[in-house]
Every structure is written in C-alpha cells, then in structure tokens.
C-alpha cells in the first residue's frame, strides 16, 4: 500500500474529507509507522493491506489530542510485531528431506 493510498484509507476511515489537513494527517501516519517499525513490525506488514485499520486508530489516537495511544492500538501493534509474512513463514518452517539428512548425518 502506498502512503497516498494509506492516507486516503485513514482520511476515509475517519470520515474527514478535503485536503486542508493532509500535511497534519501524513505527520501522523508517519510516526504511527515509526512505532510500529521501532515495535518490530516488518516491512512486509507495514506494507501491506492489514496495516490500515492499526494505523487509522494509531492517528485516532494521536489527532484526538491526548497524546496516548489506545490499548487496542498497544495490543494491535503487538501482534502485528509477532507477525510473520508468508515467505518468512515459510522460511522458517520449510524443512526438505536433504536439511534432515543433514541433521541426522544419514545418507540420502
């Protein structure tokens, strides 16, 4: 998803029309990401579609003034750090006949 995608989704999501707070909105998108990646989120989840709703509340969160983030946002964010995409997934638990032989020392 690109940011301009990503700032379309968020403004949609929280029923704001017009452009005259775009510079405000993408700050806010942007320090979302920043602690979403500092949090541990990857790349290839902060690039993808799901991010939208964790980031659309992050900026609730941060455009309503108080400054704190929300625990749903805490505990979406978290998750989303646990996340792994399908190729890492894949990665880790792709185990081939030739990695066990290997392991076990056994010909093959």
């Not at 029309?17 to 405000?24: A, K, L, R």
Request: aromatic content about 8%.
């Amino acid at each position: 998803m690109t940011k301009e995608e990503l700032l379309k989704k968020v403004k949609s999501s929280l029923n704001i029309t017009g452009n005259f707070q775009d510079e405000t909105f993408t700050e806010y998108i942007n320090e979302v990401l920043d602690f979403l990646r500092d949090a541990g989120v990857g790349e290839s989840v902060l690039q993808g579609n799901s991010i939208a709703g964790v980031v659309t509340r992050g900026v609730s969160d941060l455009w309503n003034g108080s400054g704190e983030l929300s625990p749903y946002f805490m505990q979406r964010a978290t998750q989303l750090a646990y996340k792994l995409s399908d190729k890492e997934n894949h990665d880790l638990c792709h185990v081939t006949d030739a990695d066990i032989h290997q392991l076990t020392g056994e010909g093959g």
